[in-house]
């Protein structure tokens, strides 16, 4: 089975100090949080792209048209 892989990011000081605090508070190490938030990430990515196959055969409006119907109706 294959080690993880390390790797180097950069933080703001502002937010590695919370992440630190976040880590003492919940009894984690940052790099679960990280990891965590990572694959939160690329998880909502999943939910987007079936959410867009879903809806590949939903007629569209273009936006311009939109945008004029809501010029036409006083709106913008």
Not at 2 to 20: E, Q
Not at 63 to 70: A, H, I, T
């Amino acid at each position: 089975m294959p080690s993880d892989t390390r790797t180097t990011i950069y933080l703001k000081p502002k937010i590695y100090r919370a992440l630190k605090i976040k880590a003492a508070t919940t009894n984690r190490p940052v790099s679960d949080l990280v990891y965590a938030a990572v694959l939160e990430s690329l998880q909502e990515d999943v939910l987007d792209l079936e959410a867009l196959d879903r809806r590949v055969n939903q007629s569209t409006r273009p936006f311009e048209k939109v945008l004029k119907k809501l010029k036409c109706g006083g709106n913008l």
